[in-house]
């Protein structure tokens, strides 16, 4: 009678892990533009190098812009003279127009001249401001902290506020994103899951895999998953948050992403060596059945996890399945059940006396 080594099955509350495949992509990126027309001066900053919010980078030959605001100054002082001189004679016609010494209309041009020299100042006021904001501009500042590119323009170059391609770009790699692809038959299936209620939400925490194989240290976390469906992969994108403070890993990386979505509250692991394949593709179990028979059963198992598969029909807890011994076991056979990794007790035959069951 052959030994028959069977594990005791039951219920555990299991992860279930996807593996997706992504790219990484800037956390942001900020493209340097010009916003006044004129020629670069100077470049002041170090290709490939980190580069912080509101530092210059470019300086435009100001020159232009420096006499354009001591234009707008001047103006500025011309205007301010005529209104105090308009002020001041509608102030003495005031008096006068009272007591009918001037015609009232002398007295209301006075004042109305009064009021548009105000006005005249106030212009030349937001002249002054603009013309200042413009020679601002001549210094080109980085908008964001990150790490800058290769410069697209020298200098000496001429540049314009209204070019279509930029100094230089920006980008901010720590954090960094990932944008994992999954198919929406795959989410779909995961989201009715969820609402029958055998498995339950899992944490965000993702896992990664770099191009060579190695794994990244880090986990980063899932921030969101895009609201609509691309029509032309059939794929859901989903975003992922990871530190990034080495520079590891660099926009345009192709990575492999690994994350549980959900956990199953009830499943069944069956050990890999317990389950069998017929030529047909079933999976199938050696079961201790009544009478210490062996029974064989099919089963649905269409994934493992770990050194085990998932099985989620055929069985239930408290099974007992073979899993040493099923090299000399044939359904319907008589078997003797023990422990699996209990020693062999010799009853078996002298093969088995001697050595582990088969």
Known sequence: MPEAGFVVLKTETVPLFVELAGRTTAFETSEVRPQVSGVIKSRQFTEGSIVKAGQTLYQIDPSLYQAAVNQANANLVNAEANREAAEA???????????????????????????????????????????????????????????????????????????AEPLATIQRLDPIYVDIQQSSAELLALRRSLASGGVIPSSTEVRLQLEDGSDYPAAGKLEFAEA???????????????????????????????????TTRDAILVPQQGVSRTPRGEATVMLVGPGNKAIQQKVTADRTIGDKWLVTAGLKAGDRVIIEGLGKIRPDQTIQPVPAGSPPTGKAGGSAAKGKRG
Do not use: C, H
Request: charged share 20%; net charge positive.
């Open 89 to 163: 004679r509608a102030a003495r016609y005031k008096p006068l127009a009272e007591i009918e010494a001037v015609a009232k209309q002398d007295y209301t041009d006075a004042a109305a001249t009064a009021k548009q020299a105000a006005a005249g100042v106030a212009q030349n006021r937001a002249n002054l401001e603009t013309a200042r904001i413009n020679l601002a501009f001549t210094r080109v500042p980085a908008p964001i902290t990150g790490r800058i590119g290769r410069s697209l323009f020298t200098t000496g170059a001429l540049v314009t506020s209204n070019q």
């Open 228 to 262: 609509m469906v691309d029509p032309t992969t059939g794929t859901v994108t989903l975003r992922a948050r990871f530190p990034n403070p080495s520079g590891l890993l660099l926009p345009g990386m192709y990575v492999r992403a690994r994350l549980s979505q959900a």
